[in-house]
Each structure stands twice: as structure tokens, then as C-alpha cells.
């Protein structure tokens, strides 16, 4: 394996069928029932805005998951990326992985600490950032999470100097 090739891809996560169709499906299911609710037996009309409003929101994040797990993130020697190509962080900018029980990641995923902030991105069940944490994980097998943790933790530890 030739760590110089920055297009090889180390490792990648994606999310399984039977993830994708249980999540995706409850928050659908969630959304038509909301906005069932809110028309078969209405309460009173603030009520039934809130219900509609939630329930289209449901309906969002749903389709916003099944976008985005769709996709897969992969690791080069380089950068974090997802299939679209979107840079997710530089493999450089990383000064930290957190797996811990207790850490603020997504499900069977893990949590990046980078050392300057990026726009705010969230793709439903695939990963997130918020600054300069990114998060990794959600609707993935934690299989899959954990050896791309392991590969970036292989490669911090190759670019750090010996002390």
C-alpha cells in the first residue's frame, strides 16, 4: 500500500439496506401520521399547525436521510471525503479521534476533532460537522466506523514526530 497516492481509498462506511430502510421508514410513517392526526381529528388550530408542521418536518428528514445515506464516506491517505467528493476534513487539519462511550458522536460512529472550523454540514445518518468537530457514523455498521477510526488513528500517528 503506497501511503503517496492520495486518491487510494483506505477505508470506507456506508449504511446498510435494512438500516436505511428502518430509519428512513419510521421517520416517514412518523410525518403521515402527524399530519393524519392533524386532519382526521383536529384539535384546535394551533395544535393542528404544530402537528402539521412536525409531521412535514418528519417528512424532510426523511427524505434528507435517504439523500444522504445513499452516499459513502472514504478515507484516502489525504483527506475525508464523501462519494460526491465533498471534503468532509483534511486528514492534516485532524488533531484527534474520540471513540469513548461518553463522547457527543453519532451511533456507531466516532467523533473528529480538527484543528479549524468548517461550514456546517449535516447529511442524516452518514456524518455531520459543526466547526471543528466532525462527526462520522449514525446509520453505519460500527464494523465499518471503527476500522476508518483505526486506519486515521495509523495515519495521525505516521504524520506526528517522534518526541
Known amino acids: 500500500m503506497d501511503l503517496d497516492d492520495d486518491t487510494e481509498i483506505l477505508a470506507t462506511v456506508q449504511s446498510s439496506a435494512g438500516r436505511r430502510v428502518l430509519g428512513i421508514g419510521c421517520l ?63 486528514v492534516d487539519q485532524i488533531t484527534g479521534i474520540d471513540r469513548g462511550f461518553f463522547a457527543f458522536k453519532p451511533s456507531n460512529g466516532f467523533l473528529l476533532k480538527l484543528d479549524t472550523g468548517g461550514a456546517r454540514v449535516w447529511r442524516p445518518g452518514l456524518w455531520w460537522r459543526m466547526g471543528r468537530r466532525v462527526g462520522i457514523g449514525g446509520m453505519t455498521p460500527g464494523s465499518q466506523t471503527k476500522f476508518m477510526s483505526d486506519v486515521l488513528s495509523a495515519l495521525l500517528a505516521q504524520k506526528t514526530p517522534p518526541d
Open 28 to 90: 416517514a410513517v412518523l410525518g403521515v401520521l402527524l399530519i393524519y392526526m392533524a386532519f382526521n381529528s383536529p384539535p384546535a388550530l394551533p395544535w393542528q399547525v404544530f402537528l402539521i408542521l412536525v409531521g412535514a418536518g418528519a417528512l424532510w428528514c426523511a427524505d434528507a436521510m435517504r439523500r444522504a445515506t445513499a452516499s459513502r464516506v472514504e478515507l484516502t491517505p489525504a483527506v475525508l471525503r464523501d462519494a460526491d467528493g465533498t471534503v468532509i476534513a483534511r
